[in-house]
């Protein structure tokens, strides 16, 4: 099943219909035309919905079990009724993807009636959608307020991972990451990140059907990477109650082992992380010295490579089931040599682990180039013969600019210079293509 549709999406594919569906109408004034803008293709814009914003009605989406409790009883709820009520109300949002309630159809009518007039069931708006020719679907999604993130489907054989965001741009202007490049506007809320989710079933068609089990068909969203715009630990709040409700069993019900949060090194976070959220954790690490990582990871400065490994080893979920991944970017002449590859190693040593090798995904500005294959394969083979798995990612979807650490929010998108962007990070001397930018060393 997954196969198959990883093969029909090659092809762009736009419905038009009404219900839970997004109605797609292309705008050609919507278009992206700045000609220093990535060339991209299958880009489809459509029209914001303004009746969407500014209803007055509480959004049921995001609220966590006990505050749908306390809304509903609220508006009139008989406490009695109340938690029956939570999980009929529950499971037609984040089991069937049901957003009218006159749906909702094991609900009496005047209480469907009751419903409809206190609360609304809305997400964030689909601007526009990408479709790779690897498959890969990149959708640019506008919240409330009009701001933009972007998020990611990767479809493959036996998994289909949605890359989701928790802030609108980062504070943590790591020098290698195109997201770094924009300032932080605002933390998404709860029901911005679980919406995310939603989505992207809506445009797979991966909700549970009329008279369906749970479980009949293969889940298209089968993992979550909370891997896209932003640092998760930063808002932390809302991405805890977002998650608790993507591994509710009683709606979307993914399992705690098939979502992963990547953090760049939030110390004081990241055991809290373990205990109240309890996923898989990814470190974005990227370099063994911190005189590189505090230029690569500027958050080192702060919580340098020896407090971040004393917090790993204290993670409550550590297990050699349960490895913690460390994700490193491959960085042409920064960080690929056979001394980084050992000292890695020697850095993590008694940490289950395993290592992500991700080959440096250029964008406009970028003041590094991906390493050679061969320097990759080298590192990846000392890293193994020490005993840790090294899985060289395969990038994805690059030719729509959604591949790893390439999202930014189109109306974000200003071209600064390699070198704008170096000085920006520390950098000093950045060597491109043989020639050389800046006053210090890269």
């Known amino acids: 099943m997954l196969t198959l549709a990883a093969a029909a999406l090659r092809a762009p594919v736009f419905m038009v219909s009404s219900g839970r569906k997004n109605t797609y109408m292309a705008r050609s004034e919507d278009m992206m035309t700045d000609p ?32 749908l409790r306390e809304v509903l009883i609220a508006a009139g709820t008989p406490e009695k009724q109340a938690k029956m009520r939570v999980g009929q109300v529950w499971q037609w949002i984040y089991q069937k993807g049901v957003r009218d309630f006159a749906e909702m159809t094991n609900l009496a ?51 289909g991972t949605l890359c989701v965001s928790s802030q609108v741009g980062c504070t943590l202007t790591c020098s290698f990451c195109h997201t770094g490049t924009q300032k932080l506007v605002r933390n998404l809320t709860a029901g911005e990140i679980v919406g ?47 998650m608790k409700i993507a591994m509710d069993g009683e709606g979307i019900s993914l399992s705690r082992r098939r979502i992963t949060l990547s953090t760049s090194g939030v110390v004081p976070e990241i055991f809290r992380a ?16 911190d005189e590189t990582r505090d230029k690569l990871v500027p958050i080192n ?94 990038p994805r979807g690059e030719d729509i600019m959604a591949a790893c650490g390439q999202l930014k929010s189109a109306t974000e998108r200003a071209r600064k210079s390699r070198a704008e962007i170096a000085a920006e990070a520390g950098l000093g001397e950045v060597r491109i293509g043989g020639y050389v930018t800046g006053a210090g060393g890269a």
């Open 36 to 67: 220093t803008a990535p060339i991209t293709q299958d880009v489809l814009t459509l029209p914001r919905n303004a009746a969407a914003e500014g209803s007055g009605k509480v959004n049921l989406v995001g609220l966590t079990r006990e505050a």
């Open 109 to 159: 009518k005047d209480y469907r009636a009751r419903l409809d007039a206190a609360f609304e069931i809305r997400l964030p708006e689909i601007v526009t959608k990408q479709v790779s020719d690897d498959g890969t679907r990149k959708y640019l999604v506008r919240i409330a307020g009009g701001h933009e993130v972007e998020i990611v489907y990767i479809p493959e054989t036996d998994r």
């Open 196 to 242: 995310q989710i939603m989505l992207a079933r809506d445009d797979l068609d991966d909700w549970t059907r009329a008279g369906e089990g749970m479980g009949e068909r293969p889940r298209l969203v089968s993992n979550i990477v909370l891997m896209g715009m932003g640092e998760p630990l930063y808002n932390f709040d809302a991405v805890r109650d977002a």
């Open 274 to 289: 373990g205990e109240e959220i309890g996923c898989m954790l990814a470190i974005s690490f990227h370099a063994t010295t």
């Open 301 to 394: 400065k702060r919580w340098n490579i020896e407090a971040l490994l004393g917090a790993l080893k204290a993670y409550p979920k550590l297990s050699n089931s349960e490895r913690i991944t460390f994700e490193y970017v491959m960085l042409d002449g920064v960080n690929d040599t056979d001394d980084d590859a050992r000292r890695l190693v020697r850095l993590i040593g008694g940490i289950p682990a395993k290592i992500n090798l991700i080959p440096f995904n250029e964008w406009p500005g970028a003041p590094y180039k991906r390493s050679s294959p061969e320097r990759i394969k080298a590192f990846a083979n000392i890293i193994y013969k020490a005993g840790y798995a090294s899985p060289i990612r395969t």
